[in-house]
């Protein structure tokens, strides 16, 4: 549908769309933000192959199959949010990926998958967070078994906003949270329009991006 359409930098899917077909947006090299609806049950493969430009992605829950080569050469994504519902992850959904630094898988069952599904690198240096109390369970199934580096985190996310107590300092590392709580990256530059949570240190701050 919109394979190689290189100038375009942002969409918003509607919710009356439920699955996202092979190919769709695969070339899309300039797109940096896409807000997928908790419409969407079905990512085909190659739907997002070779956007290079995006940085992080969160896959809603209501997502329960994703298939090959989904995100493959999108070789600026860093951060990765898994649904909760997953029950189906082909191999080389990932592949290619290398700068994934954070995946944050929110289902308490891993769906086991081939190895091949993230470039090697990415066991060695990359942190795969699941929720709390889960981290024996996804050191006993592949792929998630070949992180070195896997901590517990609360699924939830930010639970309690707080006022406002000082402007975030841009200069200094951040989280940027959905209002429901999922971590969708580390920058406020690249966030489709939408109200989000800023979290720096002891500070949280709600932000609109128009």
Known sequence: AFSGCSGLSSIIIPDSVTSIDLWAFSGCSGLISITIPNSVTYIGPGAFSGCSGLSSITIPDSVTEIYGYTFYNCDNLETVTLPQQLEYLE??????CEAIKEIFYRGETPVEVSKDVFATSI????????????????????????????????????????????????????????????????????????????????????????
Do not use: C
């Open 91 to 96: 191999g080389d959904t990932f592949y290619d």
């Open 123 to 210: 066991y060695e240096n990359a942190t795969l967070h699941v929720p709390e109390g889960k981290e024996s369970l996804f050191k006993e199934v592949s792929p998630w078994m070949y992180f070195k580096n896997i901590k517990g985190w609360n699924v939830s996310g930010v639970e309690e906003v707080t006022a406002d107590n000082g402007d975030i300092d841009k200069s200094q590392p951040y989280e940027v949270y959905s209002l429901n709580g999922v971590k969708v990256g580390v920058s406020t530059d690249a966030l489709a329009p939408g109200v989000y949570i800023v979290r720096q240190g002891s500070k949280t701050k709600k932000i609109i991006i128009n």
